[in-house]
T-cell receptor, first 109, second 114 residues
Framework: AQRVTQPEKLLSVFKGAPVELKCNYSYSGSPELFWYVQYSRQRLQLLLRHISRESIKGFTADLNKGETSFHLKKPFAQEEDSAMYYCALIGRGSEKLVFGKGTKLTVNP | DAGVIQSPRHEVTEMGQEVTLRCKPISGHNSLFWYRQTMMRGLELLIYFNNNVPIDDSGMPEDRFSAKMPNASFSTLKIQPSEPRDSAVYFC????????????FGEGSRLTVL
């Protein structure tokens, strides 16, 4: 079974501070992991995926298969990063995208 | 492209009434997904279609829920009869059938059952 766990419902940091949003997963095969973001009054949208190994808006995420984690990191948080962040998993060959419960990030001035 | 279009944006109804939520996917996308979002359970996948065919409906909570996709440009999610615990935001999303995990979401339909 696919399962995604985001242990923090709420996370609050100050502008310029590093931020890490935690994500752990459970899947028997080789999963693909994603981070989605929902800014206030906007649609839920893809932020980044692990296979791309890219940095989007300063965010990066590394898949750690040993720890079954896919934490999202940014060295210097900005106020515009305040949003709801969802970690998601899809099994290879599947279209079934399973989400964690989300973490609400607030970046204070 | 206007993206995924959902209607209504807000619906308030009384317990026992039938509710129909509608979705128009992005033109050319051949996968469509219905999710439910609540504070307690987060985003739950209810059902998804590929080429208008339901592939996995294991997330549909009970027989009161049904979903159809009569053609490539339209899908409905129906709740009959509705109950207060169905109150949630219902999202529709579409994608190309590639397994790359990139879904395009609508703005959601906020349902309140009194």
């Amino acid at each position: 079974a696919q399962r995604v766990t985001q242990p923090e419902k709420l996370l609050s940091v100050f502008k310029g501070a590093p931020v890490e949003l935690k994500c752990n997963y459970s899947y028997s095969g080789s999963p693909e992991l994603f981070w989605y973001v929902q800014y206030s009054r906007q649609r839920l949208q893809l932020l980044l995926r692990h296979i791309s190994r890219e940095s989007i808006k300063g965010f990066t995420a590394d898949l750690n298969k040993g720890e079954t984690s896919f934490h999202l990191k940014k060295p210097f948080a900005q106020e515009e990063d305040s949003a709801m962040y969802y970690c998601a998993l899809i099994g290879r060959g599947s279209e079934k995208l399973v989400f964690g419960k989300g973490t609400k990030l607030t970046v204070n001035p | 492209d206007a993206g995924v279009i959902q209607s209504p944006r807000h619906e308030v109804t009384e317990m026992g009434q039938e509710v129909t939520l509608r979705c128009k996917p992005i033109s050319g996308h051949n996968s469509l997904f219905w999710y439910r979002q609540t504070m307690m359970r987060g985003l739950e996948l209810l059902i998804y279609f590929n080429n208008n065919v339901p592939i996995d409906d294991s997330g549909m909570p009970e027989d009161r829920f049904s979903a159809k996709m009569p053609n490539a440009s339209f899908s409905t999610l129906k709740i009959q009869p509705s109950e207060p615990r169905d109150s949630a935001v219902y999202f529709c999303a579409s994608s190309l059938w590639q397994g790359n995990g990139e879904l395009f979401f609508g703005e959601g339909s906020r349902l309140t059952v009194l």
